[in-house]
Structures are given as structure tokens and as C-alpha cells.
């Protein structure tokens, strides 16, 4: 599974494996929302690859879990 905070449009945005899940939000705001999602996907045994933008469009993967 994929969890990604990018900038999308001029919004933050979250995405689930290239799917929007939310938008708007500030860039805070949506890191902590794909890290809830991260950590209960990887408490059900799930690979997670968390990827998060930053404020000069680098991104940064983390990959946890078991799957």
C-alpha cells in the first residue's frame, strides 16, 4: 500500500495507491492523517510505503510493516 502526502493542484492533498482521500487541508494536517492511515494498515500486517512531499517538492519514502 502507498500513502502519499503531496501537493496536488496548489492543495495538500493525502492519496491512498493514487487514489485522493483527502484535500485542502494544511501540510500538517495531512502528514498526520497519512500517518493514522500508515499505522493502522501497518497494525493489520500491511507493507506501507508512506512517501511525503516537501515544501520544495522533494520526496521522502518511509516503508514499514510486513507485508
Known amino acids: ?6 501537493k496536488k493542484d ?5 492519496l491512498q495507491d ?6 485542502g487541508g ?3 494536517a495531512c502528514i ?3 500517518e ?4 493502522s494498515a501497518e497494525a ?3 507493507r506501507v510505503e508512506l512517501v511525503i512531499q516537501d515544501y520544495l517538492g522533494e520526496l521522502k519514502t518511509r516503508i514499514s510493516g510486513l507485508g
Open 1 to 6: 500500500m502507498q500513502i502519499a502526502v503531496i
Open 10 to 14: 496548489g492543495e495538500w492533498a493525502v
Open 18 to 23: 493514487g487514489e485522493v482521500l483527502e484535500r
Open 26 to 28: 494544511s501540510r500538517s
Open 32 to 34: 498526520e492523517a497519512a
Open 36 to 39: 493514522a492511515i500508515a499505522f
Open 44 to 46: 493489520r500486517g500491511a
